[in-house]
């Protein structure tokens, strides 16, 4: 090859180099741009500092988004909040309004509530509405019931039905019954309409010898639980303190029962629908 056809091969070399190097940037240029546009940023905004800068922004972009999404689940986070606590205040105010006006009239709330023998012994209803609903709900769960077979399962269905519901702390000394509807309709229930409303349950289902006994804890607290005999053995359950036992004997049932961390001292009465029994102090 000639020294002047070696001289043109290198200066096409060369160009052909430049416009390549002109082209490139071009083509970066473009790129960027597009990205830029799906980011929602100018060209003009970021100037030369190329891909790198593009990066930064749209890692800034995320950041800023994902900053305005907690702003505003915080907002909505706190006007729920207050809310809630202008809810709560004024339960906490109706609370109060209700305890003064029980508390003007305990004596006469009292003396409607107290109940005679017999009246007690009605307490234990296997014929409420509510009492026969409640059991409807829970044979749902057998194909058809028999008493000798699925009586200890509707028995453990009734036990978890009735511990389920909320204990009611009333912060008044005045006593007071429930019935099984109002217990159903508020979702909650003292210790002793609990355990009327569980021995209603097992007497409806066939367990004629189902009561509620009183005994006295530590401390000389009154506290119920239902007890009841099945296939050769006796039962305890206290729906209040979610417990439930087996013995051979009633008798047995209480040398190990403890209520809330206090032990019975002594059984005082027991009661269903059909007998009340009062138990001489030993």
């Not at 606590?85 to 004024?90: A, F, P």
């Not at 000394?173 to 569980?198: H, M, N, R, T």
Request: net charge negative; hydrophobic share 40%; aromatic share 8%.
């Amino acid at each position: 090859m000639a020294l002047e056809s070696i001289h043109a091969f290198l200066k096409r070399k060369r160009e052909d180099g430049e416009t390549r190097k002109r082209k490139e940037p071009r083509q970066a240029n473009a790129e960027e741009a597009g990205l830029l546009k799906s980011l929602g940023v100018k060209p003009a905004d970021v100037g030369g500092a190329g891909v790198g800068s593009v990066n930064a922004q749209a890692r800034g972009a995320q950041a800023r988004g994902v900053h305005d999404v907690c702003e505003a689940e915080l907002g909505k986070e706190k006007q729920r909040l207050a809310e809630i606590e202008s809810e709560l205040g004024q339960a906490r105010t109706r609370e109060a309004v209700y305890k003064k006006l029980i508390e003007r009239y305990a004596d006469v709330i009292e003396a409607g509530e107290e109940k005679t023998i017999p009246e007690l012994r009605s307490l234990v209803n296997a014929d409420d509405e509510a009492v026969r609903e409640a059991k409807a709900r829970i044979l749902d769960d057998f194909p058809k019931y028999d008493y000798d077979r699925y009586f200890a399962k509707f028995a453990d269905k009734a036990f978890e039905f009735i511990a389920s519901l909320r204990p009611v702390h009333a912060g008044v000394s005045v006593s007071y019954w429930l019935s099984p509807q109002e217990v159903i309709e508020l979702g909650a229930a003292d210790a002793f309409d609990k355990a009327v409303f569980l021995c209603s349950l097992l007497r409806a289902a066939g367990n004629a010898s189902a009561r509620v006994r009183v005994v006295e804890l530590e401390g000389g607290i009154q506290h119920p639980v239902v007890v009841f005999e099945f296939h050769g053995k006796a039962f305890l359950f206290d729906a209040a303190s979610k417990t439930r036992q087996s013995a051979a004997s009633v008798d047995a049932l209480f040398e190990k029962l403890c209520c809330g961390g206090k032990r019975p001292t002594r059984s005082l009465y027991e009661f269903n629908d059909q007998n009340y029994e009062e138990f001489e102090e030993s």
